[in-house]
């Protein structure tokens, strides 16, 4: 049952409980799954938390049903597919409020740092075994390329403009006990997302000065393990608002309070949203993310939607030699000349059909004006096909998004296509567009 300890300060039960709730269901079927085998005992531990959903509220007094299944089982791993219902006992009524999917992998209790094998799971068809690996091999893929990621937290700026991104950032330092760690005496999962989830909370609230909620959390990413005794530093930053949420990117770093000489590190990272809610727990429009500030990293995630066409041109080509004119595809050279540009950065990761791009602005730029998915089209550029950071030029553009023409910069891309670096020459870059 949900006790006054388990609710946020507006009287709902803490996303961050909810979300330790899941771990913890999670943890024990994973656990006694991989221990069906004949080799050393083993505990099963949290490597990745797919997209959790948060469909309904559950408040004090209803009865929290959390309920777990094995999906898939890959040579090392697992997938647990968690299912939340909240129970009102006065009446009855059952609701489902949240869906996540974790994957966990065992290991011993002998030796941390050896992975064991988990036994075969039976499924009800192949097709259903297929589907899992197709999943593990998303996952897979996306957790290699995002453990390369170990962006540094921007310092805080003194008097930063509201609604700007250094005026939300905020940190919480926590540092680790024996209550918080399980039997090998690293933190829980569970410990950790509750820890990102009150400062996304604090970030979103200092953003909007309302109510706020979770919405949905991204993939939530374990690259290492937290051990007891360190001192962890939870920071968060908004990276985008829409008309009614806000994303916001939390890390998580430690560092040993006892070994001053070992380095801190990224242990976990993700992405929160959250809705501001009126005095009658409605959906509300929030402040739009100021992102055209001087030397502030941005992020923005180009999801899978609509396809969009481009006819993209130049009103002119710097490259010497080439006075004419042009388009992209008019000339195979364009990207070898040395130019300045507004917007350097460089794509943290891509898998099925989701490119995060960090950005840089060199100095100050108008996204308004400018329009922010030209500016991600030069990031893109930028990071996949030159040698060199170089400017595009001055760029006429007109885009389609189906039947519509895309007038709001807010509006998304299908996807771009990952590309490795290649021979400037080899292909025109309208065949950038998927």
Same mark, same amino acid.
Request: proline share 5%; glycine share 6%.
């Given at each position: ?8 300060? $507006?009287?709902?039960?803490?996303? &961050? ?43 004090? &007094? ?9 999906? +898939? ?31 966990? $992998? ?16 039976? +499924? ?38 509201? =609604? /700007? ?68 530093? $939870? ?69 899978? &939607? ?12 710097? =490259? ?28 943290? +990761? ?12 060199? =100095? ?6 400018? &329009? ?5 089209? =030069?990031?893109?550029?930028? /990071? ?51």
């Amino acid at each position: 049952m949900m006790c006054p300890d388990d609710a946020n300060i $507006v009287g709902n039960v803490h996303g &961050g409980t909810i979300l330790k709730m899941i771990e913890e269901a999670g943890c024990i079927i994973g656990t006694r799954h991989c221990n069906t085998q004949n080799e050393d005992r083993c505990v099963a531990a949290l490597v990745r938390v797919e997209k959790t959903e948060f469909l309904y509220p559950m408040f004090i &007094g209803e009865v929290a049903h959390v309920s777990a299944d094995i999906t +898939y089982a890959s040579k090392h791993s697992v997938e647990v597919q968690v299912k939340v219902v909240a129970e009102n006992i006065l009446t009855g009524t059952k609701k489902l409020t949240n869906k996540a999917a974790l994957w966990y $992998v065992p290991v011993s209790l002998q030796n941390v740092d050896k992975i064991m094998e988990v036994p075969a799971l039976k +499924y009800d068809s192949p097709e259903q075994e297929e589907e899992g690996k197709k999943r593990y091999e998303a996952q897979k893929m996306e957790r290699l390329e995002t453990k390369e990621r170990n962006e540094e937290v921007l310092p805080s700026v003194p008097n930063p403009e509201q =609604h /700007s991104v250094g005026f939300s950032q905020s940190s919480l330092i926590h540092l680790v006990g024996p209550s918080d760690c399980t039997l090998h005496d690293f933190v829980h999962g569970g410990v950790t997302m509750k820890l990102m989830d009150e400062v996304a909370g604090i970030v979103a609230v200092r953003h909007c000065n309302t109510n706020v909620v979770t919405a949905s959390v991204d993939a939530i990413n374990f690259h290492r393990k937290i051990k007891k005794g360190c001192v962890v530093t $939870v920071t968060g930053r908004m990276t985008f608002t829409s008309n009614k949420s806000m994303e916001i990117e939390v890390f998580v770093d430690a560092s040993p309070l006892l070994e001053p000489e070992k380095a801190k590190y990224r242990a976990v990272s993700a992405f929160f949203t959250f809705i501001s809610l009126d005095k009658y727990n409605r959906p509300q429009p929030v402040p739009p993310l100021k992102v055209g500030t001087c030397f502030h990293k941005v992020c923005h995630i180009i999801k899978p &939607g609509s396809m969009v066409y481009l006819n993209i041109h130049f009103s002119g080509c710097s =490259h010497i030699g080439c006075n004419s004119e042009s388009s992209y595809t008019k000339c195979d050279s364009h990207f070898d000349y040395p130019m300045r540009a507004l917007w350097i950065g460089r794509v943290s +990761y891509y898998t099925n059909g989701l490119c995060k791009i960090s950005v840089s602005l060199s =100095h100050h730029c108008d996204v308004r004006s400018h &329009g922010l998915f030209k500016s991600l089209f =030069h990031v893109f550029l930028l /990071s996949h096909c030159l040698k060199n950071p170089a400017p595009l030029g001055e760029l006429n553009w007109k885009s389609v998004f189906g039947k519509k023409k895309i007038t709001n910069s807010l509006q998304i891309l299908r996807r771009f296509p990952l590309l490795p670096r290649r021979n400037h020459k080899e292909n025109s870059p309208t065949s950038l567009i998927a």
